[in-house]
């Protein structure tokens, strides 16, 4: 954060609060509709929808072999229960990117437990997905069942 040279307490602290708070938001409320195996969306007690992106994950697209078993992975995951969504960023189609959690199942880690997604590598902050992921390709679990799949991100940039 840049704080100009002799700047007051005051601006210094409403510069330190507002880094504090800008961009970072929990949502809660029920999940309404399950995009693709990495999207859903959760609407909150004040009825507003909002689209969230799943954090360190990639699941194969809707057309890709495997994308709607990592779609019903999801919603058996996820739908029409009560969730948290801990989402620090927004992506450039203005989705929250989060990590969203039903009770006490972390959704987005369990998606790569089940071999329902990829470990995000160029997004992961946590880890644990690249041990989840590991150990699910060496069970062949979920797309580690059936060989080697493209990786979405690969599969995006073919289309």
Same mark, same amino acid.
């Given at each position: 954060m840049f704080v100009p040279r002799g700047a007051s307490p005051a601006l210094c602290f409403a510069l330190l609060l507002f880094s504090a708070t800008s961009g970072a938001a929990t949502l809660q409320g029920r999940i309404v509709r399950i995009i693709d195996g990495d999207s859903l969306v959760l609407l909150d007690n004040q009825n507003t929808q909002h689209e969230i992106?799943?954090?360190?994950? =990639?699941?194969?697209?809707?057309k890709q072999p495997f994308?709607? *078993? +990592?779609?019903?992975?999801l919603a058996d995951l996820a739908f029409k229960r009560e969730a948290t969504a801990e989402c620090?960023?927004?992506d450039?189609?203005?989705r929250s990117v989060c990590r969203v959690t039903v009770g006490e199942v972390d959704v987005n880690l369990t998606q790569v437990q089940r071999g329902m997604a990829w470990a995000?590598?160029?997004?992961?902050? =946590?880890?644990?997905?690249?041990?989840?992921?590991?150990?699910? *390709? +060496?069970a062949k679990r979920g797309l580690w069942k059936?060989?080697?799949?493209?990786?979405?991100?690969d599969w995006r940039h073919r289309k």
């Open positions: 992106r799943l954090a360190e994950i =990639d699941a194969p697209e809707h994308g709607n *078993r +990592a779609r019903q992975s620090p960023v927004k450039k189609y203005g995000y590598s160029q997004y992961v902050t =946590d880890y644990r997905f690249f041990q989840a992921q590991r150990e699910a *390709r +060496a059936e060989g080697q799949q493209v990786p979405p991100w």
